[in-house]
Each structure stands twice: as C-alpha cells, then as structure tokens.
C-alpha cells in the first residue's frame, strides 16, 4: 500500500480521523493531498503516530513530541535517545515527588484515622481542641485532652529493636541538623512512602514524637521534635545532629 486515505490510516492504527486532522495542524503529522484534494499518507505515516503514541504515553507534551520528531526523522537511533533520556528523567522526578506527597498525606491520613477513633465518644459540643476544628500537622498526634502524651513506648520484647533496625536502615546516609526540640533529617524524596509509613507506626506506639514531612523537589525533610524527656530515645532512634 503505497497511499493511505484519512479513514484507511485510522482503520489501519485505531487513531480517530479527528486526532489525525489535529496531528496535521499541530504539526505532528504532515499529509499530503490527492488531485481531489482528499488528505493522503504513506506508509511512514503508521511508524510516525507508533512513535506519537508511546511519547505521548510517557507524558510529553506536543510541543516536545513535535522537537522530538525532527530528531526520529533526521536523526540516528543514539540521538533519539540522547534527546529523549533527559526528558524521560525531569517526568520521572516529577512522578516521584507525586508519589512521595501522595505517600506523605495518606500517611497522615491514617495518623489522623487512628487518633480519631481513639477518641472518646462525647454528648458534649466539640470544644477547642476537637480534632475537626483543629487539624494536626503531618503525623502530629490528634489532641485528646488538655495532658500532653506521656513520654513512654509501647512496645516489647523485640519490637523496639526491630523498629531501630529499620529507621537506622531508612535513615541511612541522612543529613542532620538540629531544630528546636529536636532534629531534622534530609534525605531523597522516593523514600517519602516508607518514612511517612514508618512515622505513622511510631506515632501509634510513641505518641509524644512530633513528626513532619516536608518535600522540597527531591529532597525529603523529616522534622522530629519530642519533649525534654523524650530527647534520649529521639537521639537513639534517628542519631545525633552532624
């Protein structure tokens, strides 16, 4: 098949002729024209909306397809990638501070959750300090009471040392930094999901610990603060400021 009509080209892919005619203005997909003035393609066209499909499928918008496709035409397979590999990179980092913030607030979610079901049920109107009206930071406990939580863990036996081993391997190359009543820890943003996760667990059994997550590109800050008795276990746990 040396030519292809406009609905032929469409059959032939599953591309819409709507989404083809689009192609043509925004310049994606050029078409010639038959002596009747209906739109013609030939056989490159098919390889052409292959490649449109999977650049649109990892994000890119047309403007990029569009730079992209004078490399594919002109260029070798090594250019292609060269172009495309930093393009790939700068969605994936994006991606990934996605997740690490999507992570981070169910995280919180669960926190928030598992503190409100701790609460006691009252005939009374909730007052001030009613979880409703004030919401926690990320992973801060839930107000239940004017007392503030007692500096005590829960856990037993080997627990306490299995949560150490897995903080002490999270945390693992971290930068540290002293704040005011506590540390704050920076590491890479993709280990957003398993702090939030581990934070959550810790809150359960360590309610005094104040956690908060903030991402910054691709960086995470874990920011821990615990009362003045508490400051032993939070420099055992989470290690001394650089």
Not at 178 to 193: D, F, K, Q, S
């Amino acid at each position: 098949m040396t030519s292809m009509r406009i609905s032929q080209l469409a059959a032939r892919t599953g591309v819409p002729a709507t989404t083809l005619r689009f192609y043509e203005q925004a310049g994606l997909l050029p078409a010639g024209r038959t002596p009747a003035g209906y739109r013609a393609y030939g056989p490159e066209a098919v390889d052409r909306l292959a490649f449109i499909g999977e650049a649109k499928h990892l994000g890119l918008p047309l403007e990029e397809i569009a730079e992209l496709l004078t490399v594919w035409e002109a260029g070798s397979c090594a250019q292609v990638k060269a172009d495309l590999r930093p393009r790939i990179r700068e969605r994936l980092a994006a991606a990934e501070a996605r997740a690490g913030e999507l992570a981070a607030f169910t995280g919180f979610l669960r926190t928030a959750l598992a503190h409100l079901d701790a609460l006691p049920d009252r005939e009374a109107r909730c007052g001030s300090r009613c979880a409703f009206l004030t919401p926690p930071a990320m992973g801060t406990a839930l107000p239940m009471g004017d007392a503030p939580p007692p500096v005590a863990c829960s856990l037993t036996g080997d627990e306490p040392g299995e949560r150490l081993t897995r903080w002490r391997a999270l945390l693992d190359g971290a930068g540290r930094e002293a704040i005011p009543g506590g540390l704050r820890v920076t590491l890479a943003a993709e280990r957003a999901a398993a702090v939030a996760g581990l934070a959550v667990a810790e809150q359960l059994c360590c309610p005094f610990f104040d956690f908060r997550l903030h991402l910054d590109g691709p960086l995470l800050r874990l920011e821990v603060r615990a009362p003045a008795d508490g400051a032993g276990l939070l420099a055992e746990l989470f290690g001394p400021p650089a």
